[in-house]
């Protein structure tokens, strides 16, 4: 099949895959690009995304380098007498009616009339992260940092077999198949690594399957419609053989039998045991629960089970906004009246800076009109330096211009913000250990080997 364009996304956008349209830092949207579908009445027919930067014929954001900036294209706006309103479009070009957000999805996009409109998008490559956050939430998920420390923590790495459950909207789904991916088509099936995902909830498995359809996941993400609690984790009868676990279910602690070694007491099964784990691989385990009585339940059976190393973690997020903040004697007010020595030293030094190029302007335009309180005095000389000639006007040389030797000072002292408290609890993460097995003779064999075994 098709590999994915989150595994490999290549050089360039392409039709019939998945896009991510970055409008701005917090606004991605999910497309998947459509090719033409061929013309109406002349002009070519075409899904549109329309957004209040401009509208983006799919046509024109297909075969795009990643990261490429594309410009709103004029669409047309209107179903019927089309041809005599592009016709009034060509012949004037500046104007922009038919850009913006008055078009809808589906409508045709003018041959020849894709030309720059007002705004622009960033067209990206997907991956987890971005999917993250701009997929379709169909129920909490486990965001960036959670997943990627939980990944590290069960050991999941190319070529490893993952079971998850449950599937939910396919959040920790995508960055795990990412973690597990070894190159496929180029290995077999077998050494191919895997997610086993099971959602018992028909409407999100659906979609998840239909998503992991359309993201050219699905020789390499398994995704069974269960009820884990009863049904356990195999696969048409089969062991997933795998080595990494994650649960984020209301009750992990019921889930947990069916990922044993061996048939646990309790759990009905006529035919004989199979476990869904591999047997000669330690197996790394995650549970994710927002509360601290469904962790208690966990543990207590992970206890019983023969789990190891149980430890709880809480991963506790905070962003740290790094800036560059003009320093002055006019402080900005979040940061009160109260300057520290420190920062009055560096306001004392910027003034005496400004003051002596003040007084270097002054000299050179002997007087004239620059009296101006408004004038930029950092940069006023750099101006004049720039075009050889001593400005006459002080509007003309209020232009700012880079300087090499500009001061770091000048740009603004470089500080830190942190997030004053961490705004949301997501969950605590349960770690645990199954250690492989471990036959009898195994053992013997290993103490015969040992030198100091006799
Ligand atoms: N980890 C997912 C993500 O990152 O998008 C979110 C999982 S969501 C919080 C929990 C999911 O578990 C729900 O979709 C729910 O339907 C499913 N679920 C609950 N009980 C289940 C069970 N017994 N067997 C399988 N899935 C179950």
Request: negative net charge; proline residues 7%; hydrophobic residues 30%.
């Amino acid at each position: 099949g098709a590999i994915s364009p989150f595994l490999e996304p290549g050089t360039r956008t392409k039709a019939d895959s998945l896009a991510i349209v970055h409008l701005s830092r917090d606004n991605l949207l999910p497309v998947i690009l459509q090719e033409s579908k061929g013309e109406v009445d002349g002009y070519a027919e075409g899904s549109v995304i329309n957004t209040r930067f401009g509208s983006f014929p799919h046509t024109t954001l297909i075969n795009q380098p990643w990261g490429a900036q594309v410009r709103a294209s004029i669409v047309d706006t209107g179903s019927r007498g089309r041809k005599r309103k592009i016709q009034e479009q060509e012949t004037a070009p500046d104007d922009s009616e038919g850009a913006g957000s008055t078009t809808t999805p589906g409508q045709a996009t003018p041959k020849g009339l894709e030309t720059a409109s007002s705004g622009f998008v960033h067209i990206l490559p997907p991956t987890p992260e971005v999917w993250t956050t701009s997929l379709p939430h169909r129920t909490q998920v486990v965001y960036t940092p959670d997943y990627s420390y939980i990944l590290h923590r069960i050991r999941a790495r190319p070529g490893m077999r993952i079971i998850e459950s449950g599937s939910g909207s396919g959040s920790f789904t995508h960055a795990s198949v990412r973690a597990v991916y070894n190159g496929y088509p180029k290995s077999d099936d077998d050494a191919r690594g895997k997610v086993y995902s099971f959602e018992f909830n028909e409407d999100r498995y659906q979609k998840m399957a239909e998503e992991v359809e359309a993201h050219g996941l699905k020789d390499l993400v398994k995704v069974s419609q269960r009820d884990v609690y009863n049904g356990g984790f195999l696969v048409d009868g089969k062991s997933p053989e795998a080595e990494c676990v994650f649960l984020d279910l209301p009750a992990p602690w019921k889930a947990l039998p069916h990922l044993s070694r061996s048939k646990p007491a309790g759990v009905e099964q006529d035919t004989p045991w199979i476990s869904p784990l591999r047997s000669d691989r330690t197996v790394h385990l995650c549970t994710f629960s927002p509360c601290i009585e469904q962790v208690t339940k966990t543990v207590e059976v992970m206890r019983q089970l023969g789990w190891m190393e149980i430890e709880m973690v809480e991963v506790c997020h905070k962003r740290i906004n790094v800036m560059r903040e003009r320093v002055g004697l006019n402080m900005p007010t979040d940061r009160g009246s109260n300057l520290s020595p420190y920062d009055v030293g560096e306001a004392v030094q910027r003034l005496k800076e400004v003051e002596s190029k003040s007084k270097e302007f002054h000299e050179r335009n002997q007087g004239g009109e620059n009296g101006d309180a408004d004038v930029d005095m950092d940069d006023a000389p750099e101006a004049q330096k720039s075009n050889g000639t001593p400005s006459k006007s002080v509007n003309e040389s209020k232009a700012p211009v880079a300087s090499a030797s500009a001061k770091p000072f000048m740009m603004g002292r470089l500080i830190h913000r942190t997030e004053p408290e961490i705004k949301t609890h997501t969950s605590y993460l349960v770690f645990a250990v199954l250690p492989q097995e471990w036959t009898e003779e195994q053992e013997a064999a290993a103490f015969a080997k040992w030198p100091c075994g006799q």
